[in-house]
């Protein structure tokens, strides 16, 4: 069965949320909302976002780009997965 993810385009909103629908489904016991914490070489620290890991894969360079705060994982969620959270 084919992902409803197709690398290098941009999916929609609505895409958006049923892709995490079907990660949640089929890959049940990974917490899909949650942050995890990461570090690269360079000691750069940031919170990872499970879903577009699941998308787009580990890339080191970008950690020091990633939030660094619950708060500002959270806005993630908000303003990219279109998601509802406090
Ligand atoms: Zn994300």
Known sequence: MATPYKPGVEQTPAEKIEYLKFL??????ISWREPIRM??????????CRICI???GIVGENIKFL????EA???HLRE?????VA
């Open 24 to 29: 949640e489904e089929r890959v049940a016991w």
């Open 39 to 48: 570090n690269d070489m360079r000691n750069h620290k940031g919170l990872g």
């Open 54 to 56: 699941a998308k787009f």
């Open 67 to 70: 939030p660094s705060s619950l």
């Open 73 to 75: 994982h959270n806005q």
């Open 80 to 84: 990219y997965h279109h998601l509802v």
